[in-house]
């Protein structure tokens, strides 16, 4: 039987472009729909959302002069130290003791949620609480390249925003200033201490030591009071440290955030990465057989035909699944069940292929269909076909030929007529005949396998060029299994996004257990247009026919010059 070989030993997995984009085409609304509520929700968020205001102030650090170290005879600068001196200014300004100077400079600092609301609904908070909240809403930055810190700021209130990012360069100096006046004074303290143990109170050297303590102090409320009042100037400079404010925040007259426009951006682009990542994942979640590459691969079987869904045709009002092979000849569907007939014709040559099964693994995905439009298809090639109607369980058939299904198949197994003719139907079109299943029976498995099923089908060979039996689901029952030992021939059909793998690879499997002969499968009820590239690739040359019809008849006349059962006799 015709297989697709594998290579297993192959670790390389190949992208197919083609198969990406029609998931994204057929899942178009799907990622439109992602799409759509992101950008929806940016936009409420941007428009519901507190303004945010960010101020900024920058910083000089400027350290002491690199130490001068001779390294094999080689004089060279050391910035050790001035490096450590710059990035501990950065750790100092995000200290809690600066934050907390701001905080006190402030006079009255409250969490962004609690402002404006009635004191009564609020729970307490302490101080701390209120200083990490501050210092988390500010934000240190080196400036690249340089000895400038940037101080960043936010805040609902734009004048609040600037004031905490002027308070908090102030803080930093006056620490700074403090820090270096306030080891100065601990030196002289300890000093003096140590003086007093040898020396009175009155004598000079104590009383020097004094009048420097007392100066610092006075030096550090000088500072203080200073640059309390020097809140408007542009550049502010401690005369102790080394450190300047190079530019004061301004207060800011638009908000950093939310940034609306940026907003809707990045809600288009993550919806559109979250609607395609969805499209994949419920991909990956449907087990469903979609393309007739998927059904090779899973079934290692030979896809004889994609066959388009059917769609009714105002030319061809009369026409219907069951018959567009013969009531709308120039369509789409109609050409792809002419082409299975010459899959059928010239695949496996040396295999005979007189008698075949239709069968599928599941209902409702098309066999009976496939049956009646393969039978009419060599019907219409000059061939003497029959279509049998062996689903025991559930027949159908009569009801599309609109004949009573009574004195049928299951009539002549088991009262074992010998007039066959009696029991068969011709149908509206020529060359096609029909039999019945007859009345259903309790043992339908054990009919089938029979051997005068065998004796019947022999029988019947030499009255036809085709024998067609239409079958149930294989894995609904296992009349299909057992009909398919007596066949040349079965085909198994399989519907595009509704046949589950499993369910196809079982059945698949069923048949192959008893060493069927499985031809191939027939991928049916693929959808066209864009959203299926299969139906273009396979299709769109015939939307042409009706130009081509003369052509289609010459096709006919060689299948049956090629094939001697197709010769009238």
Aim: proline residues 5%; hydrophobic residues 40%.
């Amino acid at each position: 039987m015709p297989e697709l070989q594998s290579n297993e030993s192959s670790d390389v997995i190949e992208i197919d472009l083609r198969d990406v984009l029609h998931k994204i085409i057929k899942h178009r609304q799907t990622i439109m729909t992602t799409v759509g509520i992101c950008m929806v929700l940016a936009l409420v968020f941007s428009f519901t959302a507190t303004p945010i205001f960010s101020a900024s102030s920058r910083i000089l650090v400027e350290p002491k002069p690199p130490k001068i170290v001779k390294i094999e005879g080689a004089i060279l600068p050391d910035y050790t130290d001035r490096t450590n001196f710059f990035n501990s200014q950065i750790e100092i300004l995000k200290s809690h003791t600066v934050a907390e100077l701001v905080f006190k400079d402030l006079g009255h600092y409250e969490m962004w949620e609690r402002r404006g609301q009635p004191a009564e609904r609020l729970k307490p908070v302490t101080e701390n609480q209120r200083i990490d909240f501050l210092l988390k809403h500010v934000k240190i930055s080196p400036v690249r390249m340089t000895q400038v810190i940037e101080v960043s700021a936010e805040d609902p209130d734009p004048v609040m925003a600037a004031r905490i990012a002027n308070g908090w360069a102030r803080a930093y100096v006056l620490f700074s200033s403090q820090d270096q006046l306030l080891q100065r004074r601990s030196e002289l303290e300890s000093d003096m201490v140590q003086q007093l143990k040898f020396l009175k109170d009155k004598h000079p050297v104590i009383i020097g030591l004094r009048n420097e303590i007392d100066a610092i102090n006075e030096k550090i409320n000088n500072e203080r009071k200073r640059l309390s009042k020097d809140e408007g100037a542009s550049a502010l400079t401690s005369d102790i440290t080394n450190v300047k404010i190079l530019d004061r925040a301004e207060i800011p007259d638009h908000p950093s955030r939310p940034r609306k426009a940026l907003n809707v951006v990045l809600a288009l682009v993550l919806g559109l990465f979250a609607g395609v990542g969805l499209v994949f994942l419920f991909e990956s979640l449907d087990q469903t057989i979609k393309t007739p590459d998927d059904m090779q691969a899973l079934l290692k079987l030979l896809c004889l035909v994609p066959i388009p869904r059917y769609e009714s045709d105002a030319t061809h009002p009369d026409a219907s699944p069951e018959f567009v092979a013969d009531k709308a000849r120039h369509s789409t569907m109609a050409e792809a069940f002419r082409s299975l007939r010459t899959g059928i014709i010239f695949s496996n040559p040396d295999l005979p292929k007189k008698t075949f099964l239709i069968t599928s693994s599941s209902p409702s995905e098309g066999k009976t269909t496939v049956a009646v439009n393969m039978a009419t298809v060599f019907a219409q090639a000059e061939e003497r076909v029959i279509l049998i109607d062996t689903d025991l369980r559930n027949p159908r058939l009569h009801s599309v030929f609109k004949i009573d299904r009574a004195n049928g198949i299951t009539d002549i197994l088991a009262f074992d007529k010998a007039d066959i003719a009696a029991f068969i139907h011709k149908t509206n079109i020529k060359g096609l005949d029909f039999l019945a299943c007859g009345e259903v029976p309790p043992n339908p498995s054990e009919l089938l396998g029979s051997k005068k099923m065998k004796d019947l089908i022999g029988k019947l060979s030499t009255m036809y060029d085709r024998i067609i039996f239409d079958t149930p689901p294989v894995l609904a029952a296992t009349d299909a299994v057992v009909l398919s030992t007596q066949v040349d021939a079965t085909i198994i059909v399989v519907k595009a996004g509704s046949t589950h793998r499993q369910a196809a690879i079982r059945s698949v499997e069923a048949l192959r257990s008893v060493h069927a002969n499985v031809l191939g499968a027939v991928f049916n009820m693929i959808t066209n247009g864009a959203q299926n590239p299969y139906y273009y690739y396979y299709y769109h040359y015939g939307h042409n026919a009706d130009k081509k019809v003369a052509g289609r008849s010459k096709a006919n006349d060689f299948l049956a010059r090629i094939d001697p059962r197709n010769k009238k006799t």
